[in-house]
């Protein structure tokens, strides 16, 4: 394994940019067969969220096929663009793949598509009609839908564990998302409808803080929910995430993580996490490079990932999971068949 460090210029200003290349199979760095580029959501890694779990699947691509990779983490909205042309420009290497993670990326690759036509592009949980752009995308909704169920029927009983309860007398759960884009409001879409399956009374409290990188907003949100009767909540505002999970560890309540199994990614709240809804976003980076390396590419297409083909899964947290009550984990389990059976159609809009 080697690595390589670049130095990439955003809007004019060097900016130094942990690029991390990584080969198997073909001995040094610059003498793999295929180059692949990574640009990942606003933060870049670190955000035991969207962006790490994007990073998983490309060391996972590493280790698999005969690949190196350079990868960058966009700090502000012009970065996008910047680093599209960058690694598009680029020669040496002469990317194969430019792997694109977000919904932040649709405005800037609506253009770099087409100046870059001869360039392949991957976009992640956005979909973008270009001859050579390949999408994906995840059923959110459908994994969220799940959380949502288990949480009502939590929050319907008196149930204690690590450092969490839950309040029978409400019927009352939150969700703070990040951006209020469609990839995110599937998130609130899948859980209200879990959660009403369970007992229509059910209330879902909503707040969007306009971003995926401010805990502080996140908190702020989470403590007002918890305050007027939120049990369970739920986050789809990727590193901003960590403060809901400081508001339901300071208040004793329960929280549902999101694109990472946060109570691992995130142990320091572990003792509140009941799971975590991990979107196919590995799953999709080892995808997108299998289909370049195996000559299998194909610009203008579009790939969803549902129940049953890696569009999610959501694992127990690492510390309480065990003691959640089997009957709920075989009804999760009951309900992602009937939804990939088609018996349950999960709404994908709130």
Known sequence: MTSRRDVLKAGGVGLTVGLAGCSTGGGGGDEAEYDIAMIYALGGTGDESFSDAANAGL??????FDISFDDAGPQSNADFADFQNQFARSEDPDYDLIICLGFEH????????????????ALLDAVLDKP????????AHEGSYIAGEAAATLSSMEF?????STDPSNTTLGFVGGAEVPAVQEFEAGFRAGAQSVDEE???LTSYVGGFDNPGDVEEAAVSMIDSGADVL???AGAGGSGLFQACQDRGRFA?????RQSETASDFSDIILGSIIKGVDTSVVNAVERVVEGEYEGGVSFELSAGQGGFEVPWGVEIGEEIPQDIKDQAEATKQAIAD?????????
Not at 132 to 139: D, F, G, M, T
Not at 160 to 164: K, V, W
């Open 59 to 64: 060391n996972r691509a590493a280790e698999e």
């Open 106 to 121: 649709v405005s800037p690759l609506q253009e770099n598509a087409d100046e870059y036509s001869d360039q392949n592009w």
């Open 132 to 139: 050579n752009v390949e999408s994906w995308v995840y059923a």
């Open 160 to 164: 204690s564990a690590g450092g969490g």
């Open 202 to 204: 059910f209330e879902l």
């Open 234 to 236: 739920l986050h789809g």
């Open 256 to 260: 549902f993580g999101a694109d990472s």
């Open 342 to 350: 088609g018996e349950i159609d999960v709404p994908s809009t709130p």
